[in-house]
């Protein structure tokens, strides 16, 4: 398949190009698009035929279903019906933003697009191209993070041109995603309401408007058995070619625990990186040392992550040492795409 790359954001904006992918999705095609929190590959939500398509281009399996994407509050009653009053309030205080809403999903979308569900994950992403291609496509995209499955989402054209050229009609390149992680996806159609992807939006903040919000048990717990609610969270996921070892305890351990392996790994000849943060990545000595960022800046750390584990891979690193964060706010999502990355294999110094 031909894939046609254009750039388009707030200082180049291009009617023509978003209509002319606008037209793609109405007639069954695919197209990237940046958002604010992570590259989507989107496709007509209630084309059952996009859906699979989309499956296929990500090499994802079909039970794990997709987010649709929509350009005005109120289009929330197309896809969904029994709305919860909570839901218009959190759609009133977080849309457009990266929060992603499961309710329960209207008989007319087809069941391609929710894996086979009866429930639906909507969100209003506020990145201004997406909102324009969304309502240049019709206004429903389904979208999944335009990655090849098992690979960190994209936060850059480039990793999406790597995974999705030639798998898709249009790559959107709109610079890099400010938020970096997925959204934060919340379901509403269980009592008390669930958090079951920890996002940018935090448990924190979320539960000051529901009091009784809870977490999907086996999101955070890596030893759990049961299966977690959002399909997508049992699989392997933000992997990077390299083996990740998660490490987590007192700095100063932290550090001696990594450049002891550092330095092992040289003997061995292998290729040994590091995930520092700005107040450590003078203390490590290793032949790649890339830092988050500041331990003060939960968000920085945040967007820095999937771009970081993309680096690693084209320098061929053999093992990443990761330094790990307490699991409140924003470090929260973090800490659960880390330990995903790392195929759970955190070890405490
Ligand atoms: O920020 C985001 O959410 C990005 C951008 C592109 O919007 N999208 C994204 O989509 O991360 P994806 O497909 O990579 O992750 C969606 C997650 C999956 O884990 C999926 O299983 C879960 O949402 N999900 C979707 N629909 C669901 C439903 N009806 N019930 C439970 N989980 C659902
Ligand atoms: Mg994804």
Same mark, same amino acid.
């Given at each position: 398949m031909n894939t046609k790359v254009v750039k388009i954001n707030r200082i180049q904006p291009n009617p023509g190009a978003i209509y002319e992918a606008g037209l793609i999705i109405k007639n069954g095609g695919l197209v990237a698009f940046p958002t604010e929190t992570v590259y989507g590959l989107g496709g007509d939500a209630f084309n059952?035929?996009?859906?699979?398509? #989309?499956?296929?281009?990500?090499?994802?399996?079909?039970?794990?279903?997709?987010?649709?994407?929509?350009? =005005?509050?109120?289009d929330i009653d197309a896809v969904a019906t029994d709305i919860p009053s909570? !839901?218009?309030?959190?759609?009133?205080?977080?849309?457009?933003?990266?929060?992603?809403? %499961? *309710?329960?999903?209207?008989?007319?979308?087809?069941?391609?697009? @929710?894996?086979g569900l009866d429930t639906v994950a909507v969100r209003m992403p506020?990145?201004?191209?997406?909102?324009?291609l969304i309502t240049a496509a019709g206004g429903f995209v389904a979208a999944p993070s335009a990655n090849r499955s098992g690979k960190p989402s994209p936060t850059l054209a480039q990793y999406v041109i790597e995974d999705m050229y030639g798998f898709v009609d249009m790559i959107i390149d709109g610079g890099d995603?400010?938020?970096?992680?997925?959204?934060? #996806?919340?379901?509403?159609?269980?009592?008390? !309401?669930? %958090? *079951?992807?920890?996002?940018?939006?935090?448990?924190?903040?979320?539960?000051?408007?529901?009091?009784?919000?809870?977490?999907d048990g086996t999101i955070l717990d890596a030893s759990s058995?049961?299966?977690?609610?959002a399909p997508g969270m049992k699989y392997r996921h933000y992997a990077p070619k390299a083996e990740m070892i998660l490490? @987590?305890?007192?700095?100063? =351990?932290? #550090? !001696?625990? %990594?450049?002891?392996?550092?330095t092992r790994g040289r003997e061995n000849g292998q290729n040994i990186g590091v995930i520092a943060t700005d107040?450590?990545?003078? *203390?490590?000595?290793?032949?790649?040392?890339? @830092?988050l960022g500041s331990r003060n800046n939960e968000k920085q750390i945040a967007k820095n992550l999937f771009r970081i584990l993309r680096e690693f891979d084209d320098?061929?690193?053999? %093992?990443?040492y990761a330094e790990s964060f307490e699991e409140k706010g924003v470090f929260r999502a973090t800490m659960n795409r880390m330990i995903k990355a790392s195929g759970n294999k955190e070890v405490r110094v």
């Open positions: 059952s035929s996009s859906s699979k398509k #989309i499956y296929e281009a990500k090499g994802r399996p079909s039970d794990n279903p997709l987010i649709v994407h929509i350009a =005005n509050i109120t909570i !839901a218009y309030e959190l759609a009133a205080k977080y849309w457009p933003g990266p929060l992603t809403m %499961i *309710l329960k999903k209207r008989p007319e979308l087809p069941k391609e697009t @929710t894996g506020v990145n201004e191209v997406a909102l324009d995603c400010e938020i970096g992680l997925e959204s934060t #996806i919340i379901d509403l159609t269980s009592s008390p !309401a669930m %958090i *079951l992807r920890p996002g940018y939006i935090t448990f924190e903040e979320l539960k000051e408007m529901i009091p009784d919000i809870v977490f058995e049961e299966a977690p609610k490490v @987590t305890g007192p700095t100063e =351990n932290v #550090i !001696a625990y %990594i450049n002891e392996k550092a107040e450590t990545q003078y *203390l490590y000595v290793a032949p790649s040392i890339k @830092t320098e061929d690193t053999d %093992i990443i």
